[in-house]
């Protein structure tokens, strides 16, 4: 039998054109940066370089310093000290490496390396636009009721200035940021629709490459694994049930998604630990650049600094003034603030006002407990990246963006469902809600003008903190047109702002965007086969699909 085709929903053409802008302010950057100037991108690019000819490096590999063949990178080496002359980002899995070859071959062939540092930046511009776009959708799976959170929530990752102007550097973060985020996604979709084959070899091949991208990628892979256990629970009558029946398959089948990686990736980790102790060689690197430990793991879990730096270098990191410092603040504020007036508007809701109950649509009892399990796995997975990032920065490490980019997803919807209870802080004229009909139509299309509103302003915020970082001449292609070129990216830049803007505008609009209830119903198809047995349990109000024959 064949599936059904179903079309897109406005939220995710919604989401997805914020992607589109994502890449293109990328692009920007890189076209625009000059070559290998941004921290480690000599690095990276020696790490495909020395792929290329068929050497795996380590962090004491030198990078190539060949003026003909490689001239960017013999020039960056120049008054480089002997830690910085190496490939010292060789703790990396080589996923993002192998990916780049072909971009290294081409720039070969045509005798310009600097080709083959645009390409890597554009392949990693992608990667950050794929992870703007699963922002948005990681925020639908938590939010399924509000479908105007999504947009907010990939809108906030272009208002994100560091975002869009890391993207634009040679990194693997965009891509395997984008790969465990997929990663989580498939697993929330299991948590909602069932587990199936299809979903767990998609799961599990999205998994393998989350590994083999970096290893917080690993991180991911064991909550896919607990995604499964929690999603064969959900199916059963109680816990004692799942305990006594389907808990050691459940255990099988998540320990056959976790050993998946370490199947094709698990040697990569084996030889960093024979060679420098540990799978991620992060002692041999403080060693190697003569780092201090700052303090311990737990001191800086509970140092307010540590969380105002982390936060606020998704608006600082790089070459971005640290006045936008003052972004992060407002932002960071208003969502705490919108989290506790949504709280107590659910707990004491008044009439009128920003303390107004919300209509929402009817949710299942079924539907409420997968909620709550995504919340706590998501939040689970934040916390267990947080306490990573905190033992790397009290082990002498320096906090960037690319660590905060994590828990961007639950900051994200946290934002998106402050947005929708602050805006009602202003009187809105009557709304027209179209062929949308029921108790909840004004609520929805208030939504809608509320996030439309939050969405451009966050994308206002993005493009004038790229006006607002300095605008080089000079990229890595050399060309007697440079200054044409930067121009011409910038004048596409704002064309593709003008262009998502103008459509964010057209289907953000009350009776043509998604009905909440839409999104929250369950997809039933033909062509999947569960691996859960089916039972029937009309007093859960489960929404997971039915066994098909």
Avoid at 25 to 38: D, E, G, H, N
Avoid at 159 to 166: Q, S
Avoid at 168 to 174: A, F, K, L, R, T
Wanted: with cysteine; charged share 15%.
């Amino acid at each position: 039998m064949s599936v059904p085709r179903v079309s897109a929903s406005q939220s995710t053409i919604c989401v997805l054109l914020l992607g589109v802008l994502g890449f293109a302010m990328s692009a920007q950057v890189a076209i625009a940066m000059p070559a290998l100037f941004k921290a480690d991108e000599r690095a990276h690019a020696a790490y495909a370089v020395a792929l290329s000819q068929g050497t795996l490096p380590t962090i004491d590999t030198d990078i190539p310093d060949d003026p003909v063949r490689y001239p960017q990178l013999a020039e960056s080496l120049f008054g480089a000290d002997e830690a910085h002359r190496d490939i010292w980002v060789a703790n990396h899995p080589p996923l993002f490496y192998v990916m780049s070859l072909p971009l290294v071959w081409l720039g070969d062939a045509v005798g310009s390396p600097g080709l083959t540092l645009l390409g890597m930046r554009l392949l990693n511009a992608l990667g950050f636009a794929l992870t703007t776009i699963m922002v948005g959708l990681l925020a639908r799976e938590l939010v399924p009721r509000r479908p105007a959170v999504p947009v907010i929530a990939s809108a906030m990752c272009i208002g994100c200035g560091a975002m869009t102007f890391l993207g634009g550097g040679i990194y693997n973060d965009g891509w395997s940021s984008a790969a465990a985020f997929l990663t989580l996604f498939l697993g929330f979709r299991m948590i909602r629709q069932g587990v199936t084959r299809e979903r767990l070899v998609a799961a599990a091949a999205v998994g393998v490459a989350a590994a083999g991208l970096r290893s917080t990628g690993l991180v991911a892979v064991f909550f896919l694994g607990l995604c499964v256990l929690v999603a064969m629970w959900l199916r059963e009558p109680s816990l004692r049930t799942f305990l006594r029946g389907t808990f050691w398959r459940a255990v099988g089948i998540a320990a056959c998604i976790g050993m998946a990686p370490v199947v094709v990736f698990g040697w990569f980790y084996v030889r960093n630990i024979q060679i420098y102790g540990d799978p991620t060689a992060s002692s041999s690197l403080f060693e190697k650049f003569g780092r201090e430990p700052n303090g311990t793991t737990l001191f800086q879990l509970v140092n307010p600094e540590f969380y105002g730096h982390l936060l606020g270098s998704l608006w600082t990191d790089g070459n971005i003034a640290n006045t936008w410092s003052q972004a992060a603040v407002i932002v960071l504020t208003l969502t705490l603030v919108g989290l506790v007036l949504d709280a107590a508007a659910k707990a004491n809701p008044r009439r009128t006002g920003v303390l107004q109950r919300i209509q929402l649509a009817p949710q299942s009892t079924m539907q409420h407990r997968q909620d709550l399990a995504i919340w706590a796995l998501l939040g689970g997975y934040c916390l267990l990246i947080l306490v990573n990032v905190a033992g790397f920065i009290a082990g002498g490490g320096w906090i960037h963006a690319r660590y905060a980019v994590p828990f961007l997803p639950f900051l994200a919807a946290g934002a998106g469902l402050a947005a929708l209870r602050l805006g009602r802080v202003f009187p809105l004229r009557s709304i027209p809600t179209g062929p949308t009909s029921g108790a909840t139509a004004p609520d929805e299309a208030r939504d809608l003008r509320i996030g439309l509103g939050v969405s451009l302003a966050f994308m206002v915020v993005g493009l004038v903190c790229h006006l607002d970082t300095e605008q080089y001449v000079d990229g890595p292609v050399s060309s007697t047109f440079a200054l044409v070129a930067l121009v011409t990216a910038d004048l596409v830049m704002f064309a593709v702002a003008a262009y998502v803007a103008t459509e964010l505008r057209r289907r953000m609009r009350p009776g043509t965007f998604d009905a909440a209830r839409t999104l929250a119903a369950p997809v039933t198809t033909g062509a999947v086969t569960e691996v859960a047995a089916s039972r029937p349990r009309a007093s859960t109000g489960s929404s997971a699909t039915p066994k098909t024959p």
